[in-house]
């Protein structure tokens, strides 16, 4: 749609709207690809025959939901999460860091739990038909911290610095951001005489076209539908232009809230913005209703306790083994299926994982459907190896993986491997969940002649390694489609390509996969997509968790997303 009229719907969407009468797309799938190809979020429920939810129920154009109730103006709201540096946003691994952050900073986007993509800071946009060009139109309006308006070439901008290879984003693995990269030599020369000259991946000089102040063009080398929900990967925020690490040195931003203290380790606070100098600021999101933020870095196992002792009003997360407590408690539970999971990860340019067989023989000790109950009996999935988690639209359901202990001391022998000793590194990000997953393992493969040592590292500790050791137990957040975890994960290249895994039909099949909308056809490709990478044995990934909070009963609006993004425009305290 344009700023003044809603266009005719967009082919993709049309074809969409046919395959659900026909049955071959889900309603909830439909809604999706209308609000990607520019339909609004309350017109493709409409479509879709189904009530809007709640969290989707905008005011107007703008993407945040309606207070439920009668909002209260004022107040603090206290939260305890571990309370990060904020150096660089298009470089942040956590989760935490991009919530401390996105009350100031905002995206082109925003996904809500349904997995529905809305306007954030553009205001709409519109795809080509074959879905290669993406126009993205600006809100008008939008101010900085500075005064500053916010214009297409900011956009520009953080598009570039997100492409420079030497900053390492993760956003290069992102299928959009991909899709307008080309390889050309590096400037650094290869060492040996007749070593080739090395190559990297930057942006086409013709990817990005400023049409106006408040249009953006990007002109894709394949087909991506993907587009706008890329852009509400959390380190997309959208920096400006004067940006220079670390960014809470000079937290510029177009949020509701700006950055009033940061002592990692202890707390961030973060307070309305009132002036622009003298002037009022006027938040183009509407109502902003919490006077401030304060995020109090409490230690994982005693944030339960702070939240009963009325010391935080709400947490980042619990772990399961700590819901018998928290239903003691007078606050609200929300419990999230998310596509959240574990890798135990092989570099497979690393000995001994540069053997399939040694691969093979590990994944075939394990059994990975006997691992959930273990750790999670109440609810979440089970992986199969493929990091596409059965909550994604794409999911195609592989016959289970059987374990097979015979086979695996088979293989060791083959390749040599009988006694085999390895150790796995694993950080405890958010409980004991990860080591108890990684002692289950333990366990397993001993029965094929594995020993398998875990090294238990401090968090931060393991993600200061987590793409250098050979072996580690890496978790990964949600993400709204299985083939964006992909591409971040294992496409070759990239820079979270933690597995230094390449195989150009992977790269090749998921490309193609990515722009089917025939929900059968779509399975259909992804199955080719999860055999390749299951079949080539890069990791063992049992468990899609689910993710615990909760928050005090004066709390209203509480997020309950499965990235565990933090979005409080619309959240109020009843005092």
């Not at 954030?120 to 879905?131: F, Q, R, T, V």
């Amino acid at each position: 749609m344009t700023r003044e009229t809603e266009m005719r719907p967009h082919p993709k969407a049309l074809e969409a709207q046919e395959l659900m009468a026909r049955g071959r797309l889900s309603r909830r799938a439909f809604i999706r690809i209308a609000a990607l190809t520019g339909m609004s979020a309350a017109a493709a429920y409409a479509v879709a025959g189904l009530p809007t939810p709640v969290y989707a129920q905008t005011i107007g154009n703008v993407p945040f939901q309606n207070p439920d109730d009668d909002p209260q103006e004022g107040g603090i709201i206290k939260v305890g999460m571990q309370v990060q540096k904020m150096d660089d946003p298009a470089i942040y691994a956590w989760t935490e860091a991009s919530n401390q952050t996105r009350h100031i900073l905002e995206y082109l986007t925003y996904t809500t739990p349904d997995n529905v993509t809305h306007p954030m800071l553009a205001e709409s946009w519109e795809a080509s038909d074959d879905l290669t060009e993406w126009t993205f139109y600006l809100r008008r309006g939008v101010r900085w911290h500075n005064g500053e308006e916010l214009v297409a070439d900011h956009i520009r901008f953080n598009v570039e610095r997100w492409c420079d290879p030497a900053l390492g984003s993760s956003n290069l693995g992102l299928a959009s951001i991909a899709a307008m990269l080309e390889e050309v030599e590096s400037d650094e020369k290869a060492e040996g005489e007749d070593a080739a000259p090395k190559r990297v991946k930057r942006l086409r000089e013709d990817a990005v076209e400023v049409v106006d102040d408040h249009t953006i063009r990007f002109k894709l080398s394949r087909p991506v539908l993907s587009f706008p929900e890329d852009m509400y990967n959390y380190p997309t925020a959208i920096v400006h232009p004067s940006f220079k690490a670390p960014f809470s040195d000079n937290p510029i931003g177009t949020g509701p809230f700006a950055l009033a203290e940061l002592v990692v380790g202890q707390r961030c606070i973060l307070k309305r913005v009132r002036e622009i100098g003298e002037e009022p600021f006027q938040y183009w999101g509407g109502a902003v209703f919490l006077d401030e933020i304060h995020y109090y870095d409490v230690p994982e196992e005693t944030q339960l306790t702070s939240f009963a002792s009325g010391d935080i009003d709400a947490i980042f997360e619990f772990g399961v083994e700590q819901m018998e407590l928290a239903q003691a408690l007078d606050g609200n539970i929300l419990s999230t299926r998310t596509a959240q999971t574990l890798c135990l990860r092989f570099q497979v340019d690393q000995e001994p994982w540069t053997d399939k067989r040694v691969r093979q023989a590990f994944v075939k000790a394990c059994d990975n459907a006997a691992m959930l109950p273990q750790v999670f009996p109440e609810s979440g999935d089970v992986g199969w190896n493929h990091h596409v988690s059965p909550l994604h639209p794409e999911y195609f359901p592989l016959p289970n993986l059987d374990r097979d202990v015979e086979a695996a001391k088979a293989l060791l022998a083959e390749a040599g491997q009988e006694n085999l000793e390895v150790t796995v590194a694993c950080g405890k990000t958010d409980g004991p969940w990860q080591q108890t997953v990684c002692e289950i393992v333990r366990d397993q493969v001993k029965e094929a002649g594995i020993t398998l040592n875990i090294n238990i590292m401090a968090t931060a500790k393991y993600w200061e390694i987590w793409k250098d050791t050979p072996f580690g137990a890496t978790q990964w957040t949600h993400r709204p489609l299985g083939t964006m975890a992909l591409s971040l994960g294992y496409r070759t290249g990239v820079p979270w390509n933690e597995t230094h895994y390449s195989n150009p039909e992977f790269d090749a099949a998921l490309d193609e996969a990515e722009t089917i909308l025939d929900a059968q056809k779509r399975k259909a490709a992804m199955e080719k997509v999860e055999k390749i990478l299951q079949d080539d044995a890069v990791m063992v990934q049992p468990i899609f968790r689910p993710v615990y909070t909760i928050s005090s009963k004066k709390v209203h609006g509480y997020p309950a997303h499965p990235s565990q993004y933090h979005q409080f425009n619309k959240v109020w305290i009843e005092r």
